[in-house]
């Protein structure tokens, strides 16, 4: 599985953006796709996931309410819409997908993609 992040970029506190990740191959070929992000310094966090099959999403606390996983099983390709951007939330976001038959946030990713900088002002 190959994935491949856009739509990250620059924005004002109080905006918003889309992430989207192209997978090279059926999002049903693993059981859980999601975005973990990692700022300068920080440790990397699970930011959202979802079951691929059942569509059961998961967010860490501090995005719940703003972001919003989502999935296209036609076009395979998973989304991130991040609405009332904070500066905190300034980071490299990676799409990732796991096959441990977990859909948590902890760490223990499979696959992750080469990310894309998002960066709140």
């Known amino acids: 599985v190959q994935l491949v992040e856009s739509g990250g970029g620059s924005v004002q506190a109080g905006g918003s953006l889309r992430l989207s990740c192209a997978s090279s191959g059926s999002i049903y070929a693993t059981l859980c796709m999601g975005w973990f992000r990692q700022a300068p310094g920080k440790e990397r966090e699970g930011v959202a996931s979802i079951s691929t099959g059942g569509g059961l999403t998961y967010y860490f606390d501090s995005v719940k309410g703003r972001f919003t996983i989502s999935q296209d099983s036609i076009d395979n390709t998973l989304y991130l819409q991040m609405n009332s951007l904070k500066p905190e939330d300034t980071a490299i976001y990676y799409c990732?997908?796991?096959?441990?038959?977990?859909?948590?946030?902890?760490?223990?990713?499979?696959?992750r993609g080469q990310g894309t900088q998002v960066t709140v002002s």
């Open positions: 990732a997908a796991r096959d441990d038959g977990s859909c948590s946030l902890t760490p223990g990713w499979t696959y």
